[in-house]
């Protein structure tokens, strides 16, 4: 399955809250600039994934506060099946689950698996077996 941009997407824009300055109450991302160009990116990314899986998206973004660049969720849909796909800039792991409909955000259980490596094709694997 070609999923190029979503791959690329997660292994390199993950932020490192370990370099950031300290503010006195809480690290703070404060590249505001680049918010908009992430939650785009993500955006693009899980449609892309979507179409390699022959699924109709639905594809949200939410901005967040300034702690990091914000969430990017979406369904997919095929086959009468729904998954919900959830992640942000902070997170370590994409989050995956089972849903009975395109506003069903508690779902079924959820599953986790690293934005890199091997986690990202536990996923993809796991994802064409729900929708089919």
């Excluded at 503010?23 to 404060?30: A, D, I, P, V």
């Excluded at 990091?68 to 800039?89: H, L, P, Q, T």
């Amino acid at each position: 399955m070609k999923t190029t941009m979503l791959r690329s997407f997660l292994s390199t824009n993950a932020i490192d809250y370990d370099s950031l300055p300290y503010s006195g109450e809480h690290e703070s991302y404060r590249d505001y600039s680049h918010k908009k160009k992430w939650l785009r990116q993500g955006k693009a990314a899980l449609k892309e994934l979507a179409i390699n899986l022959g699924a109709t998206p639905d594809i949200s973004t939410n901005p967040s506060g300034d702690i990091d660049r914000g969430y990017v969720s979406g369904f997919f849909s095929k086959n009468g099946k729904v998954v919900y796909i959830s992640f942000n800039d902070g997170m370590k792991d994409i989050l995956f689950r089972t849903a009975e409909h395109t506003k069903d955000y508690t779902g079924g259980s959820n599953n986790n698996a690293p934005l890199i490596g091997m986690g990202f094709d536990r996923m993809t694997e796991w994802l064409k077996v729900q929708l089919n």
